[in-house]
């Protein structure tokens, strides 16, 4: 059970979130219940929304944004996410079992992500104080400045539903991933 009160449906939200949860409803057919949680507060269920939305207009692809969502996850210990991520990627991006392996441990099979998700995991472990050699390995990889900018984005955005969720247990509605201990991450 969550430790804040998640509102049972759309209509339950407060007013000025119910718009932008038929929103999502219309563009997931489901209420995820981080969303529905989330719009306890419409003005961070708005922020959310803005920063999500912007960010599918970038130039990530949509396989790279779940493969980095998974390691921020995986990384941050968030199950939640974990779960949400693993069904995402799976089923919308079309991720296999031996890529999300991957991508929770850090890496990915495909060359130019795999800079990315190091990237994105080195900015979790250092709290953004990543090196000069670091960023370059991304452009190396074949990565644009604006898509560097738009990985360390998306790990500010997954590390902030990282910490809703954690800090208030919502209750997980996809197929359940646990994290792994910290200690069993690779370094």
Known sequence: MSRIPTPASVADAPEASRPLLEAVNKALGTVPNLHRLVATSPAALEGYLAMNGALGKGKLPAATRERIALAVAELNGCDYCLSAHTYLGKNLA??????????????????KADAAV???????????????????????AGYTDAQALEIVQHVALNTWTNYVNSAFQTEIDFPVVTARPAALIPA
Do not use: C, M, W, Y
């Open 94 to 111: 079309r991720l296999d079992d031996a890529e999300i392996t991957a991508n929770r441990n850090g890496t990915s099979n495909d060359p």
């Open 118 to 140: 190091r990237f994105a995991t080195q900015l979790v472990k250092a709290r953004g104080h990543v090196s000069a050699a670091e960023v370059e390995a991304v452009r190396a």
